[in-house]
């Protein structure tokens, strides 16, 4: 009975050792009697018992490394307080496991040289410009060195920059001038285009003006064009009348009184003026000649 139970013991631990379940995402590496053997891929695998080990047991997820942070020195000589995090992943089992004693501590020493390195040949304001290309450059430096421990470095992320208090301080008393400056620039633009803005409406104005100044006085001069033609057209109209009824029978009787009453009427205007002397003609038929005179012109404009 002793047996037995010793024999289902031994059974049981042999089933143990030679069944192997790897889960998803993993790699394990097997040794035979000290040797490598094989990587296990997920599932079920059998190995012989006691001869066969599982010596080593690698995720191959992508893992997040944090970099501790560590001073570099810009191409200024200016010191700067850098961490980041690296992203890797397991793509060699076997060379993960004898390629280096602990790639996870390679690979972060690794990224702070290369860190080192990059941030050297930079200046102060170019760190925080550049930073993707600052990752990238780690990343490159890492990921050439890295294949021979069986690891791919998928990205390097700066986390922080921190420059000294007194770097700090300059930086910010910099960035207040800049925006001084800017606020200024903007204000003097600012008058600028008002000045614009005045001078543009006063010519805009002056303009307005001199058009309606020139307008109005076409306007007058069509006015008073037209007023002289109206006057001309009824002095035309008015003569045009007389002269119809100076064609009428008894029309030429009618001239002659006229300018008979006219050539009184002057004469007693001008008698009736103060200190005027009036001198009579001695021969008032000279008036009667006057008026013979006006009764030729109108027949001969008649003829």
């Known amino acids: 009975m002793e047996i037995a139970l010793v024999i289902l013991v031994l059974a049981g631990i042999f089933i143990v050792q030679s069944i192997k379940v790897v889960p998803q995402q993993n790699a394990w590496v097997v040794e035979r009697l000290g040797k490598y053997l094989g990587t296990l891929t997920p599932g079920l695998n059998l190995l012989i018992p006691f001869v066969d080990r599982v010596a080593y047991k690698h995720s191959l997820k992508e ?38 004693s602990n790639y996870i501590v390679a ?11 990059v941030i050297g040949k930079l200046e102060l304001d170019k760190t925080f410009e550049e930073r993707n290309i600052i990752n990238a450059q780690v990343v490159a430096a890492i990921d050439e060195a890295a294949l021979n421990w069986g690891v791919k470095v998928l990205r390097y992320e700066i986390k922080d920059l921190t420059p000294p208090k007194e770097i700090l301080h300059a930086m910010q008393s910099q ?28 010519r805009e104005a002056f303009i307005a003006r001199s058009e309606g100044e020139k307008q109005a006085a076409i306007n007058n001069a069509q006015g008073e064009a037209s007023a002289i033609l109206a006057v001309a057209e009824a002095n035309a109209r008015a003569i045009e009348v007389v002269a119809m009824a100076i064609r009428q029978p008894g029309g030429e009787l009618a001239v002659q009184l006229k300018v008979a009453e006219k050539a009184v009427a002057a004469y007693s205007q001008v008698a ?12 008032m038929t000279e008036v009667s000649a006057l008026i013979t005179s006006a009764m030729k012109m109108v027949q001969s404009s008649k003829a």
Not at 81 to 99: E, P
Not at 107 to 117: D, E, G, N, P
Not at 183 to 197: C, D, P, V
Not at 272 to 283: F, K, R, Y
């Open 63 to 100: 893992i997040p490394l944090d970099v501790p942070s560590q001073v570099c020195i810009t191409r200024d000589n200016t010191q700067l307080q850098v961490d980041g995090i690296l992203y890797f992943q397991v793509t060699d089992a076997m060379r993960a496991s004898y390629g280096s």
């Open 107 to 117: 690979v972060t020493q690794l990224a702070q040289t290369s860190l080192r390195s």
């Open 175 to 202: 960035i207040t001038a800049e925006r001084e400056k800017r606020a200024l620039i903007a204000a003097s633009e600012g008058r600028k285009q008002e000045q614009i803005n005045i001078a543009t409406g006063e």
């Open 272 to 283: 009736s003026e103060a200190h005027t002397t009036l001198i009579v003609p001695s021969n």
